[in-house]
């Protein structure tokens, strides 16, 4: 079976990147390792892109001079040092990172894996569990009705799954550019790299977001909007509360067919609202302002009764989602997403017609949901 190569990092390449994955924290040390293992390995594919279009052969000693020398000259490690700066700043903001498996892939057909228990028919432990409950009988040794010990195998599934693409260009006057510089000290084209990556991450989250909501099979609920009339102020607090009851539901419906208690709730900015209102929700310690810039508006909200991670997404309408994703082990998830290519970006063109400068971003990623049960609906209605 192939191995996942952010596993499988080298010592050696892990002294190389250093400097530029230290900022990168998981919950323990083994986390901390994949996901700066994730990083090294997207700074690799954006580092062999560039160099393969630039006709360069040894691309790591191009690694080795854009990370620990001072490069002003406009040559390609420019280049490799700007996009693995952005990309260390960009992809951290991820906001479905901490609610999906991200497997970085160094090929266009991504092979992605996720786990399950299965008994010797090929079905799953968490299905039919009641009908199955006398599994384990058996009368191997009475030799009037011999029966084998029944099996239960851990199963590795590994699919292939194609990448898709997303392209952007900008373009920019001259003039933009000196002005710029002159009176404010600041280059528009950075600022234009910088932008265009953001936008590409928000739009993966955005597509990693739906695909889930349009794939989710572990549980539904109904939660109204609407205000029942001549509710007092205590009263209104405890209806506002019912959609807790809704989220509930669905976690135990999840729990029943997978045997896992959910762990997040992604909410549109009013339910949100509700949520945060409620006695269990303790807010996370960061700076909401700057998070909300550079995720596009979706941000890690808090913690609910110290179990479910919130997550708002101002976009999101008429639906919750909420699931179980282990971010201890990677095939313990819902969905993976696989970025091949996460950035790379074309040579800065200058236009003699229209004295512009214009360039192009390339990313590609595969994505997929692989165990639909671990994913439940809570439909919001106004009636």
């Excluded at 700066?85 to 906001?95: C, D, E, F």
Aim: glycine residues 4%; negative net charge.
């Amino acid at each position: 079976m192939e191995k996942l190569s952010f596993l499988n990092v080298s010592e050696e390449k892990r002294k190389l990147y250093k400097p530029i994955i230290e900022h990168v924290k998981g919950v323990n040390a083994q986390h901390t390792l994949y996901e700066q293992n994730k990083l090294i390995m997207m700074y690799e594919q954006a580092a062999k892109y560039i160099a393969t279009m630039e006709r360069k052969t040894n691309y790591e000693e191009l690694v080795q001079r854009a990370i620990y020398e001072q490069n002003d000259t406009g040559d390609i490690t420019t280049d490799i040092k700007a996009i693995m700066g952005m990309i260390g700043k960009v992809y951290p903001n991820m906001v479905t990172r901490s609610i999906i498996s991200v497997q970085p892939t160094p090929k266009n057909t991504a092979t992605i894996f996720y786990k399950d228990y299965v008994r010797d028919d090929d079905s799953s432990l968490s299905s039919d569990i009641h009908a199955n409950r006398n599994y384990a009988d058996n009368e191997e040794y009475n030799p009037s009705s011999p029966t084998d010990v029944k099996e239960i195998r851990l199963k590795i599934t590994n699919d292939t799954v194609s990448c898709n693409e997303k392209k952007l260009r900008d373009e920019v006057t001259l003039e933009m550019i000196q002005d710029l510089m002159s009176e404010l000290g600041m280059n528009a084209t950075s600022l234009l790299d910088s932008e265009m990556l953001s936008e590409i991450v928000r739009e993966w989250d955005r597509q990693n977001l739906q695909l889930m909501l349009d794939g989710a099979t572990g549980g539904s609920s109904t939660f109204s909007t609407a205000e029942p009339s001549g509710l007092s102020y205590e009263d209104r607090k405890y209806w506002m509360e019912t959609i807790y009851e809704k989220i509930i539901d669905v976690d135990n419906q999840i729990f029943k067919k997978r045997f896992r208690r959910t762990n997040f709730i992604v909410a549109g900015a009013d339910e949100a609202s509700f949520i945060e209102k409620m006695k269990g929700f303790r807010s996370s310690n960061i700076d909401i302002d700057q998070v909300v810039v550079q995720t596009g508006g979706r941000y890690e909200m808090g913690t609910l009764n110290n179990r479910w991670k919130v997550i708002v997404d101002p976009f999101l309408t008429g639906k919750m989602l909420v699931g179980y994703n282990n971010s201890l082990n990677f095939m313990e998830t819902p969905f993976v997403f696989a970025p091949y290519v996460m950035a790379y970006f074309t040579p800065r063109v200058t236009s003699t017609v229209k004295f512009t400068q214009a360039r192009g971003l390339l990313s590609r990623a595969a994505q997929k949901v692989v165990v639909s049960d671990l994913l439940g609906i809570v439909d919001i209605t106004s009636s």
